[in-house]
């Protein structure tokens, strides 16, 4: 028995890399999957039929799976995703959200389509497939159904941390990760967990950076070998989040690069400083905040 027999996934963005690395595990688990992809370059122009080549690959391998070729953000295509799983194999048990593009490019030089366009197909092409799922799983819930749902969500280090050249795609990562939190919340009562990946991995889209690794498709790994930049190094994480078994674990982001799994605690509490019930100073908070919060002065200084 596969940890995911008897489960169906959708997996966006899986023609390629670490979709395609997410779906081929998926499958090796038991999961049915639905392998979308638009199948347009690295910085979203144009469409094709990539989705055909992971499809080709699950079912040489014995597993089942049909290709969606959607444009997760647009709404409406979004939903028609949703429904061909369930009209392809009953159900609609997982949904993992790794579709995006790159358009990099310093904030002086980046225009505002390079700008819209990466929100656009992140951002919306995340929260889009959420929305039908949702529904889906609502009515579900509310004809008594006893389930559970699952969605993955793709994080990455340059929303977590920044990268130069990357305002777009940045504030694109870090929003999933505040979209991945909230939807927890909504969702759970519901039997449905909401979680966030990081991975990391030699990929067309960091393939476009300079001084970047040879690209590396999922498949192109032999069994047995290890890569620190095989697509798939994350992989395993998504599979077991798509499980029954990580039903105690939602709202959460977490990192995978290479051996390490890493959990993020996100914006968290640190030092404060209170004046004790009075309005603040500016002329005097420089020196408080320099003290007490940034600890940038001794507190001997302190006036």
Not at 63 to 88: H, K, L, P, S, T
Not at 130 to 158: D, L, M, P
């Amino acid at each position: 028995m596969g940890m995911l027999d008897g489960k169906v996934a959708i997996v966006t963005g899986a023609g390629h890399g670490i979709g395609r690395g997410h779906a081929l595990e998926l499958a090796k688990h038991g999961a049915k999957v639905v392998v979308n992809d638009l199948g347009g370059s690295v910085t979203g122009e144009g469409t094709g039929r990539d989705a055909d080549l992971t499809v080709d690959i699950i079912k040489g391998r014995g597993g089942e799976a049909v290709a969606n070729y959607e444009d997760v953000a647009d709404f409406d295509g979004a939903g028609r995703m949703i429904a061909q799983a369930i009209e392809a194999f009953g159900s609609m048990d997982v949904l993992v959200n790794n579709a995006g593009i790159v358009r990099d490019g310093a904030i002086w030089n980046m225009s505002e389509g390079d700008f819209d366009a990466v929100l656009r197909v992140h951002v919306k092409g995340t929260w889009a497939p959420c929305h039908h799922a949702a529904k889906h799983w609502r009515e579900k819930s509310k004809s008594g159904e006893a389930f559970t749902g699952r969605v993955i969500n793709t994080t990455s280090g340059a929303g977590l941390v920044g990268n130069f050249g990357q305002t777009n795609y940045a504030t694109a990562k870090a929003g999933i990760a505040g979209l991945t939190q909230t939807l927890s919340l909504e969702l759970y009562k519901l039997g449905v967990t909401v979680n966030c990946v990081g991975p990391a991995a030699a990929t067309r889209i960091t393939g476009t950076m300079p001084g970047a690794p040879t690209v590396i498709e999922a498949d192109d790994v032999p069994d047995g070998e290890w890569n620190r930049m095989d697509p798939s190094v994350s992989s395993p994480l998504v599979a077991w989040l798509a499980s029954d078994e990580s039903q105690h674990v939602t709202g959460q982001v977490i990192r995978a690069v290479a051996e390490d799994i890493i959990l993020m605690t996100g914006w968290t509490n640190g030092a404060s400083l209170s004046n004790g019930g009075k309005r603040w100073d500016a002329t005097k908070l420089g020196t408080q905040l320099a003290t007490d919060i940034f600890h940038t002065r001794a507190p001997g200084l302190r006036y």
